[in-house]
């Protein structure tokens, strides 16, 4: 059983910065990518940003120069890092990660049960 557990999100003001976290447990031998994407009400969901396990980085256009994602190989945990927060960033931020449960298998993607982000006054 692989478990992905997201922390972090909450209400903050326009401008305002939040970190969210996610940790990977359960049975993994190796985890590939791991990443954050988001889904705003009536949205589809979308990347926000991604890291594979060699630390090459890939963001969203939108959120470029705003947001940083980091992970702890270690701990198999991934965190994105948000600043100038707006509005329309408002949306649950669901964790990603593509892994294998053996070392002989393929890969499986995983998601977590998501963390509300609310950006408002």
């Known amino acids: 059983q692989v478990q992905l557990v997201e922390s972090g999100g909450g209400l903050v003001q326009p401008g305002g910065s939040l970190r969210l976290s996610c940790a990977a447990s359960?049975?993994?031998?190796?985890?590939?990518?791991m990443g954050w994407y988001r889904q705003a009400p009536g949205k589809q969901r979308e990347l926000v940003a991604v890291?594979?396990?060699?630390?090459?980085?890939n963001y969203a256009n939108s959120m470029k120069g705003r947001v940083t994602i980091s992970r702890d190989n270690a701990n198999n945990a991934v965190y994105l890092q948000m600043n100038s927060l707006k509005p329309e960033d408002t949306a649950v931020y669901y964790c990603?990660?593509?892994?294998?449960?053996?070392?002989?298998?393929?890969?499986?993607?995983?998601w977590g049960r998501g963390a509300q982000v609310t950006v408002s006054s």
């Open positions: 359960g049975s993994i031998a190796s985890i590939n990518a």
């Open positions: 890291v594979t396990s060699r630390g090459i980085t």
């Open positions: 990603n990660a593509d892994l294998r449960k053996t070392s002989w298998g393929g890969t499986t993607e995983y």
